[in-house]
C-alpha cells in the first residue's frame, strides 16, 4: 500500500470533514500567537503569524484562531497562549529577574518560544543579544543545532532545511528539555517570508529562491507551529517504519 | 541377689514406743486387786502383746543388687517413602513386619516428623529425621548402655545426618549400644518418571517473553526423549520436550508471553509410564505473578491540540508508559491547501491494525476528541465494538472532550456508548461554551482519579482554585452504576442532578473514565503560570492512570492471598476487599467463596466489616493449584467477583526421592561402628552381651499380717476375759 492507499486514507479523512457539526468548545483554548515585546530591538509581525495561523488551519486538522498578542515576556497572560515568537533585528535588551524566570518556567511547563532573526545579517547585534537571552533563561542548556532527522523537519510537511525571507543559514538551532526542544531558534527571518500588508500582498520578497523558497518558509511555519503541539510524536516508531517503508524518509 | 534381712518396723518407733507403754499400763491395772490370779495374767498379757505386735508392723527386709541384660531399641522410619511401591508391587515398608519379627522381643519406635512408640501402622510420616530419633533415644535411655540399636529405614533422611554423614564433615555421635542397620527397599527394578523442578521465578512482566524451564528426572526403564505438557490455570499452555540424558534427567524449555496481568498457576505434568513406582510426583506446579513493566496507552487524537499536546508531554514523559500515539493532521477539509501528498509526512491511520488486531496489547485506549466515522467507514460498528470487548475484558478506555467527541463524534447508539460512564444522546447543542470551574462530588473527594493533596478538605480546595475549563461536552446525565467525580457548578442533566463533568465506571472486568472537557491542560500551563507548578494535573492524570489500568487489586471486588505460593501445611489467609463505584468500603457485604483444588471442593462465607473486608483461611493440605472465587453481594445484589490463585508448590519431599541410599546407610553403620544389613537378606542385629543395667532389689515380708497373730490374740483375750468372770469379776 503505497501512494495509491495513502490517498485512500486521506480520502476517507475528506467524508468526515464535510459533515463534521461547526459547534466547538470556546475558542480562548484555540491556539494562536502570543508576540513577545521586549522593546528595542524586537518588531511585530502579526500579519506573519495570522497568515501562519490561516495556513494552519487550511492545510492541517488543528482548530487555531488566528489571533496574535503582544505581551511582555513577565506578563502573566503569557501562559493563556503557549506558542510565542520573539522576533527581532537589533540588539535586544537584557531581560529582568521575573521575565527571565517566567520565560524559563513557561518554556519548562509546556510553551513554546520561535526565536526569529530578521536581520538578515550572519553577525547582527540581535543574533548576539538573543544567544545572550537564550542563556540568561537557560543558564545550564546549550542552544544546539537541530539534527536533520529532527521532528521538526517532519512533523507535517517534508523538510530537508529551514527556509525565510532569506537563506542564511542552513539549519535550526534550539535549546531542549527533557525530550523536546521549547525553544527553536532561526535565523532566515521566517517571518518575513510570511509577512503580508493589509491588501494580502506579501510584505519582503524571497532571496534568492523566490516563490518557491516562500512556500518552503510557509511549511517551515506549520511544521513549527505542528511540532509545538506535537514534539516528537514523529519520531515515534511507527510513523518512522511507516514513512520508511513507503520510501518517503531515508 | 538380696543380702541378708533385717527386722524393721512399718510404724515409727514413737508410736511403737506409745503403744507398748499403754499395754504394760493397761496389763498392770487388770492385776487390780492384788491376788494371786496368775493365768489370766499370763493370758492378757500375750494378748496385749499380739496387739502390740500387730500394730507396730514388723517387716523382714532383705536389700541387694541384681544386673539385668541391655535392651533392644529398634527404629522404623515412619515416612512417606517407605510406602513407596516395590519392583514386586508391595510397598516398601511391607519387609518392615518381617524383619521386626526376625529380630525378636525389643522396644520399637516409629520415627518420622516425630519419635513415638510403637511399630508404625502406617508410612505417612513428612520429614524422616534419623538424626533426631537417635537423639530422642540417648535422652529416653540416658545413663543406660542399651544392648542394641536397630533402625530399619530406606536412607532416605531429610533431617541432615545423611548430608554430614556423606559430606564426611561430622563425625556421627557416638551411640548407647552398637549400631544395626537394615535397608529397606531396593533400587534395581524400579520404574520412576518424575517431574524434578519448575523453574521461572515468581514473576513476570505483561507481555514480555519469559523462560520457564521443567526438570524431569527419570529411573528405570524411561523414554529417551519425554513430552512435558504444561497448564495454566487448568488450561493447555503448550509443550516441550525434554531430551533424557545419562544421567537420568531432561530439562524441557518453554518460552511465555504473558496477555494480561494477574496471578497464575502453571503446571507441568509428564505422561505416566508403565509401572511408574510414584504416579504421585508427576505433576509440579508454581504460581506466577505477571506485572506491568511499562504501561501500554494508545492516544488516539482527532485534531493536534493544546490539550493533546499536555497529555502527549505528560505520557511521553513518564518512564513507565509505553505511548502509541495517532493524531489525525489532516482532514477532508483540509485537501485543497494546494500541497502534494508527496511532501507530506503523514502516514495512513491504521485504524484496522489498531482496533483490531492491536487492542488486546494497550492497557489503556484514550479516544481524545476522536470522531470514528471518518476512517471507520463500513467497520465502525465492528471497530468500536471491538473496543468495547476489549474494555468488558478488561481493558481501560478513556474519551475526553472537544468538538469531536461525545454527541459531537457521533458516539450515541455505538457500542463505545454502552461503556461510557455519561448517557449519550443530547439534542441541541451539545456544547456549552462558557468557562467553568468544574465541583469536586462527595464520590470524587474519596476517589483517587481525583485526589489532588492527602488531606480530603485541601483537595476540594485545590479542585476549587484551578482555573476554569473553556466550555464542556453536554451528556444527557451520568450511566446507571457510574460515579460522578467532578460535576457542572449550575448545569442539569436530564435527570436534575448537576450535569457530570467528569465520571467514571466498571465496565465488566475493565474501566472507563469521561472527562467532558478539552482543557485539562490548563490544570498544568495555567497553574504553572500562577506559580503554583503542575502538581494538579500530573497527580489527576496519575490517578486516572492508575485506577484505569489498575490490576484485580483496584476491582470493586478484590480477593489476595500474601503470596503465589504456600509449602503443604502452611497458613494462607485470603483477604476479600468490597468496595463501591465511589471507591468506599461496603461493610456487611455477604461474601461468599469457593476453594477448589486437590482436597476438593469448599464453600466458605463471610461478612465484611465496617471497612469492607473479610478473611477466609484457605487449605493448604495437598500439593497442586487452588482457585477461590468469591463473590460479594450488598442489599441491591451481586457487587462484583473477583478470584485468585494459589499454588501449594512444595511438592512432598518425601516423594522426589524414591531411591533407597545405600551409601548414607553404610557409611553411617560404618561411621558408628555397626553393621550394615541389605535389603532381601537377614542378619542378626549386634547386641553388647555385656551391656545392660543394675537393678536394686528390695524383698520386704510383713510379719504382723500373719494369721497365727490374730488367732493368738483372739484365744488369750478369750481366755482371759473367761477367768476374769469365773473369778466374779467383770
Known amino acids: 500500500m503505497r501512494r495509491r492507499s495513502f490517498l485512500a486514507g486521506l480520502a476517507g479523512m475528506a467524508g468526515s470533514g464535510l459533515v463534521r457539526p461547526a459547534w466547538a468548545l470556546g475558542s480562548a483554548g484555540r491556539v494562536d500567537v502570543a508576540e513577545i515585546q521586549l522593546g528595542s530591538g524586537t518588531i511585530s509581525r502579526p500579519e506573519a503569524w495570522k497568515r501562519l495561523l490561516f495556513e494552519t488551519i487550511q492545510t492541517t486538522s488543528v482548530e487555531a ?81 537541530l539534527a536533520s532527522d529532527h521532528s521538526v523537519y517532519r512533523s507535517f510537511f517534508l523538510l530537508k532545511e529551514p527556509s525565510g525571507r532569506i537563506q542564511l543559514t542552513h539549519v535550526l538551532e534550539g535549546v531542549s528539555h527533557v525530550s523536546t526542544h521549547p525553544l527553536i531558534y532561526s535565523r532566515n527571518d521566517l517571518s518575513g517570508a510570511l509577512d503580508r500588508r493589509p491588501d494580502g500582498s506579501d510584505r519582503l520578497p524571497c532571496t534568492p529562491g523566490g516563490e518557491d523558497q516562500r512556500r518552503e518558509a510557509v511549511k517551515l511555519s506549520i511544521n513549527l507551529l505542528m511540532y509545538a503541539l506535537t514534539s516528537n510524536y514523529k519520531q515515534d516508531q511507527a510513523h518512522v517504519n511507516e514513512l520508511m517503508r513507503e520510501g518517503r524518509l531515508e | 541377689m538380696t543380702g541378708p534381712g533385717v527386722l524393721e518396723w512399718a510404724t515409727p518407733q514413737w508410736a511403737c514406743g506409745l503403744v507398748i507403754g499403754l499395754s504394760i499400763v493397761a496389763w498392770v491395772l487388770s492385776l487390780w486387786p492384788p491376788r494371786p490370779r496368775v493365768l489370766e495374767a499370763l493370758c492378757f498379757g500375750v494378748a496385749l502383746a499380739a496387739l502390740d505386735w500387730l500394730l507396730c508392723g514388723p517387716q523382714w527386709v532383705e536389700d541387694g543388687d541384681r544386673l539385668e541384660s541391655g535392651r533392644l531399641v529398634v527404629l522404623v522410619d515412619g515416612s512417606r517413602s517407605m510406602g513407596v511401591l516395590e519392583a514386586d508391587g508391595k510397598p516398601r515398608g511391607a519387609a518392615v513386619a518381617d524383619i521386626l519379627e526376625r529380630i525378636g522381643p525389643a522396644e520399637v519406635y516409629t520415627f518420622g516428623e516425630r519419635l513415638r512408640s510403637g511399630a508404625p501402622a502406617a508410612f505417612s510420616d513428612g520429614d524422616s529425621d534419623l538424626g533426631g530419633a537417635l537423639d530422642g533415644i540417648a535422652r529416653k535411655y540416658a545413663g543406660e548402655r542399651l544392648g542394641g540399636i536397630v533402625v530399619l529405614t530406606d536412607g532416605i533422611d531429610r533431617g541432615g545426618l545423611r548430608t554430614r554423614v556423606l559430606s564426611g564433615a561430622v563425625d556421627v555421635a557416638p551411640l548407647s549400644g552398637p549400631l544395626t542397620v537394615y535397608q529397606v527397599g531396593t533400587a534395581q527394578g524400579r520404574t520412576d518418571l518424575a517431574v524434578d523442578d519448575v523453574h521461572a521465578g515468581s514473576f513476570a512482566f505483561l507481555r514480555a517473553e519469559f523462560p520457564l524451564d521443567v526438570t524431569v528426572r527419570g529411573i528405570g526403564v524411561v523414554p529417551g526423549s519425554v513430552v512435558v505438557s504444561l497448564t495454566r490455570d487448568g488450561q493447555p499452555a503448550g509443550s516441550a520436550v525434554a531430551v533424557m540424558g545419562p544421567d537420568g534427567k531432561g530439562t524441557a524449555h518453554f518460552k511465555i508471553t504473558p496477555d494480561r496481568p494477574g496471578r497464575f498457576l502453571y503446571e507441568a505434568s509428564v505422561p505416566l509410564i508403565a509401572g511408574d513406582a510414584v504416579p504421585a510426583n508427576q505433576q509440579m506446579g508454581l504460581a506466577v505473578r505477571v506485572v506491568r ?77 476522536f470522531d470514528y466515522a471518518p476512517y471507520f467507514e463500513s467497520r465502525a460498528n465492528e471497530l468500536l465494538g471491538n473496543v468495547a470487548e476489549y474494555v468488558k475484558a478488561g481493558g481501560a478506555f478513556a474519551m475526553l472532550g472537544g468538538d469531536r467527541s461525545f454527541d459531537l463524534g457521533a458516539y450515541a447508539g455505538t457500542p463505545i456508548a454502552d461503556i461510557l460512564p455519561v448517557k449519550l444522546g443530547v439534542t441541541g447543542n451539545p456544547v456549552d461554551e462558557r468557562p467553568v470551574v468544574p465541583r469536586l ?61 467528569l ?117 493448604t493440605t495437598l500439593r497442586g493449584a487452588h482457585r477461590v472465587t468469591v463473590r460479594a453481594q450488598g442489599r441491591a445484589g451481586v457487587i462484583g467477583d473477583a478470584e485468585t490463585v494459589y499454588g501449594v508448590t512444595t511438592r512432598d519431599p518425601e516423594l522426589d526421592e524414591v531411591e533407597p541410599d545405600t551409601t548414607f546407610l553404610t557409611a553411617f553403620a560404618a561411621d558408628a561402628g555397626g553393621r550394615y544389613v541389605g535389603p532381601g537378606t537377614f542378619e542378626g542385629p549386634i547386641i553388647d552381651a555385656s551391656a545392660g543395667r543394675h537393678v536394686h532389689d528390695r524383698r520386704v515380708t510383713p510379719l504382723g499380717a500373719h494369721p497365727l497373730v490374730g488367732v493368738v490374740l483372739a484365744a488369750s483375750a478369750s481366755l482371759a476375759w473367761l477367768l476374769r468372770r469365773r473369778a466374779g469379776l467383770r
Not at chain 2, 324 to 348: K, Q
Not at chain 2, 351 to 359: G, I, P, S, T
Request: glycine share 8%; charged share 20%; aromatic share 8%.
Open chain 1, 65 to 145: 484562531e488566528p489571533r496574535v498578542v503582544q505581551l511582555a515576556p513577565d506578563d502573566p497572560q503569557l501562559f493563556e497562549h503557549p506558542f510565542a515568537v520573539l522576533c527581532g533585528d537589533g540588539a535586544l535588551p537584557v531581560l529582568s529577574d521575573a521575565a527571565r524566570q517566567q520565560l524559563f518556567r513557561y518554556l519548562s511547563y509546556g510553551g513554546f518560544l520561535l526565536v526569529d532573526d530578521a536581520s538578515g545579517v550572519l553577525h547582527s547585534d540581535f543574533d548576539t543579544s538573543a544567544r545572550r537571552l537564550i542563556g540568561d533563561v537557560f543558564p545550564t542548556r546549550p542552544i544546539e543545532t
Open chain 2, 503 to 619: 465520571a467514571v465506571s466498571d465496565v465488566g472486568k475493565g474501566r472507563s473514565m469521561a472527562l467532558m472537557a478539552d482543557a485539562s491542560w490548563r490544570w498544568s500551563f495555567s497553574e504553572a503560570g500562577a506559580g503554583r507548578g503542575n502538581q494538579a494535573y500530573l497527580r489527576f492524570w496519575k490517578g486516572a492512570m492508575r485506577w484505569l489500568i489498575g490490576d484485580a487489586a483496584d476491582a470493586p471486588v478484590t480477593v489476595e492471598t500474601a503470596r503465589e505460593n504456600y509449602t503443604p501445611g502452611e497458613r494462607a489467609t485470603a483477604l476479600v476487599h468490597v468496595r463501591d463505584v465511589a471507591y468506599a468500603g461496603v461493610p456487611a457485604a455477604a461474601v461468599s467463596a469457593r476453594v477448589s483444588g486437590p482436597e476438593g471442593e469448599q464453600t466458605l462465607s463471610g461478612v465484611t466489616d465496617a471497612d469492607g473486608v473479610t478473611r477466609f483461611d484457605l487449605p
Open chain 2, 293 to 369: 513493566d511499562r504501561v501500554r496507552v494508545l492516544q488516539v487524537c482527532g485534531a493536534p491540540s493544546l490539550d493533546q499536546k499536555f497529555l502527549r508531554l505528560f505520557l511521553k514523559e513518564d518512564p513507565a508508559i509505553d505511548l502509541v500515539s495517532f493524531f489525525i493532521l489532516r482532514t477532508g477539509r483540509d485537501m485543497n491547501s494546494g500541497y502534494s501528498p508527496d511532501e507530506l509526512s503523514l502516514i495512513t491511520f491504521p485504524y484496522q491494525n489498531l482496533f483490531d488486531r492491536e487492542l488486546s496489547s494497550f492497557d489503556l485506549v484514550i479516544f481524545q476528541n
Open chain 2, 441 to 501: 462530588t462527595e464520590a470524587g473527594a474519596r476517589h483517587p482519579v481525583t485526589q489532588l493533596t492527602g488531606e480530603s478538605a485541601d483537595n476540594a480546595l485545590a479542585w476549587s482554585q484551578l482555573g476554569p475549563l473553556d466550555g464542556v461536552n453536554l451528556v444527557v446525565s451520568k450511566a446507571p452504576g457510574a460515579a460522578v467525580l467532578l460535576e457542572h457548578p449550575t448545569l442539569k442533566g436530564a435527570d436534575g442532578a448537576p450535569l457530570p463533568i
